[in-house]
């Protein structure tokens, strides 16, 4: 069962103790989206990822804590948090993976030639939707070495 983008980005939120810009967390939301598919062959979030400048963004995401600009992210923008349980070892995975890394490096990694992103990027373009199947290729690319 996925979980929408907002309980996603809350939990990502909390792993990171409250000290996650949007655009760190949107990558990392993107990376964890990569680990579900290829591990668990199912998506982690209910929203299609699109190809902005900046890497993949997760629109509801993103809009949720857009006010944030390049802050951390608060709290008081979420009114409860969701069941997650089942996806707690999606989150742990990508922070060993991924929560080591600034946001330049994020930005970065997910502007990989051979991912996803670049396969659907448009300079300026938004709404431009990254089919989780490619995602998945991203992620059979990635761990293939």
């Known amino acids: 069962m996925t979980i929408t983008s907002a309980a996603a980005l809350r939990r990502m939120c909390e ?3 409250w000290n996650i810009t949007n655009l760190e967390a949107n990558k990392l939301l993107y990376f964890a989206q990569m680990i579900a598919l290829g591990e668990f062959d199912k998506p982690l979030v209910d929203e299609y990822f699109e190809a902005w400048d900046l ?3 997760l629109p509801g995401a993103y809009h949720k804590a857009k006010m944030f600009g390049d802050k951390p992210i608060k709290k008081f923008i979420f009114s409860s948090r969701g069941p997650i349980a089942s996806w707690e070892a999606i989150f742990q995975r ?3 993976e991924f929560g080591h890394l600034k946001s330049g490096q994020l ?3 997910s502007h990989w030639p051979q991912g ?3 396969e659907h990027y448009t300079r300026g373009a938004r709404g431009v939707e990254i089919p989780n199947d490619d995602i998945l290729k991203e992620y059979r690319r990635r761990t293939a070495n």
Do not use: C, Q
């Open 15 to 17: 792993v990171k103790d």
């Open 116 to 118: 996803a992103w670049a």
């Open 55 to 57: 890497g993949p963004v």
């Open 107 to 109: 930005v970065a990694d």
């Open 94 to 96: 990508t922070l060993e």
